[in-house]
């Protein structure tokens, strides 16, 4: 489901006044309660929107090997990175990998 940004503006306005009440704060949004969590996630102030630095990417990585693609778990770790941020960088870091494997393979091969 697609939010607007007056109902982005309203959900963090209703965060700061009860915080994570979200029965009570879907009632009031007319929305579930799991979709108020989950966009709350995802908006919450402290966000960091830019890219993983190459040390974030190295923590994603230790951790992953650790909680395996526990994501809410890798993301108390990173906490200003959302689950789904952490989530897109390791699946892209595995297919650029791959990737790298992959033309090896065939140098290895050619050769």
Known sequence: MVWSSSEDTALVGLYRLYGPRWL??????????????HRWR?????????????????AVSRLYHIHGPRWARISE????????????????????EQHIRTKMSIIYLLN
Not at 24 to 37: E, N, T, V
Not at 42 to 58: K, Q, S, W
Not at 90 to 95: G, K, S
Request: aromatic share 0%.
């Open 24 to 37: 009570d704060i879907s009632r009031i949004l007319g929305k579930s309660a799991h979709q108020c969590s």
């Open 42 to 58: 995802n908006i919450r102030p402290g966000i960091n929107t830019t890219p993983l630095t190459a040390v974030e990417h190295d």
């Open 77 to 96: 770790e990173l906490p200003d990175r959302t689950r789904t941020m952490i989530k897109n960088s390791r699946e892209e870091r595995r297919t650029e």
